[in-house]
């Protein structure tokens, strides 16, 4: 199973040498069980899965139309263990009949931190809008609440984050005390109740089948530091065991996401009020299908200030350093929109070896001179790079580059012709801020709408 990063304004040839890059073919399988041990059985208490509401009700009653359960995962290489997705894709239809199909990405790099993973979710993640993000990795506690406050911001995804599994690094810590020198797991727990994040104690029960079947530390890794099979086995069936009823849901499905029936069309327009940053049309094609303008506010939703940006690309010819190094680690994982944005494609080009680069846009033109180790603004003010969301700033070469795009996150017109009563969905703007808009329809010919999906997220974006 390959691991693919949707954005349809990815150059095809460059995007070709990064998906190599995370590819793996190697199946989950079970080894790594200790012989004579018990087979582990992942348990839970009344409260878990009470922040997994929506991830519920996806799974219970399917989603219509009919689409896949969308699964983000993104980390270190603790991420990448867990698999691909066949887990989920095994597991979950065995326990849900009616769930829906289960897609499954992810973004991971060595050793990177929650600091490191905001980038991909700015650039990968919340473009896709997924139903559920899962994080398995280490780093400041700050960041990780960085990194949830983005995700609460601009997707109604549910969050799935697991305490880290037990290494041999960490045996000064056993029988003392629950966390690890890399992972306060008080203050994880403590930011995931503060958030509403499903929190897993994966370590306390990782823990807990270690004392029962008297086994070392070592029992379920396969180094010194990384589960093995059957550790990642263990780790996903202590987040399945969170898929569950608990004593009560910490919110309602309907609080961030809802379907409204579509009004009644008045003189050739539809219009409808609505509170989320995100509004999708369902309806049905015909042989005579007429269109639709899509307003937003008053504006044409391709105008609109809303914007997606495609992932910081890393040019192939790039300077590689450090053993089984690959071009992701050594980059800038994020940069941030500002002021005044023109949709066009940007690019990064190192110009010294001590971190000096010109920044360019395609429409723009050269936009200002920076340093990867100092926080930057564009002459234009369009582009914003924090320095510290630069991984490895030190291994960037003169001539490195790299390059994404920005587009408008709304569509200007609809076609409603095509195969007779075939359902379509159609995102018509995400990206808006989370407060109350107008969307208005202008139509043209034969036109039936059913209704719309609006998605709010649980965390108001600031003005």
Known sequence: MKISILSLLFPLALLAQEKRNLTTDEPLGLKGKSEGAAEYIAKADGTDG???????????????????????????????????GEFWQEEIPKRFPNAPSIEYKKMVGNSCPWQYARGWLRHLVIPDQPDLIITYTLGDPADLEKLILE??????????????????????????????????????REICRKYQVEFIESRRDWGAYLTANQLPISALLKDAVHQSDYGA????????????????????????ERRIPAPVMRDGSMKLTFTGSRIDLISKKSAAGGSARVLIDGQPADQLDAFLMSYVLPDEKNHKEGKGSVPRDQAPHAVTLG???????????????????????????????????????????????????WRRAERSGKGDLFTWDVRRAGVSEISFKGEADKVFVTRLVQSLPNTEHTLELRVTGEVSVDAFDVFQPPVITAE
């Open 339 to 389: 002021q005044k944005i023109i949709p066009q494609s940007w690019k990064i080009v190192m110009t010294s070896e001590e971190g000096n680069y010109e920044l360019k846009g395609s429409i723009t033109g050269p936009d200002g001179q920076g340093n990867a180790f100092k926080p930057f603004t564009s002459k234009s003010g369009q582009i914003l790079i924090e320095h510290e969301l």
């Open 233 to 256: 086995k263990i780790i996903n069936s202590n987040i399945l065991a969170h898929f569950r009823h608990p004593d009560a849901f910490s919110y309602k499905p309907e609080s961030r």
């Open 151 to 188: 995700i609460r911001q601009h997707t109604t995804a549910d969050i799935i984050v697991p305490s880290i599994h037990w290494r041999e690094s960490d045996a000064a810590e056993w029988g003392k005390s629950e966390n690890s020198p890399q992972q306060n797991v008080e203050q994880v």
């Open 50 to 84: 009470q922040h997994l509401a929506l991830t519920m009700h996806k799974l219970e009653h399917g989603i219509s139309p009919a689409r896949p359960f969308l699964i983000w995962a993104i980390g270190s290489s603790y991420t990448n263990m867990l698999g691909n």
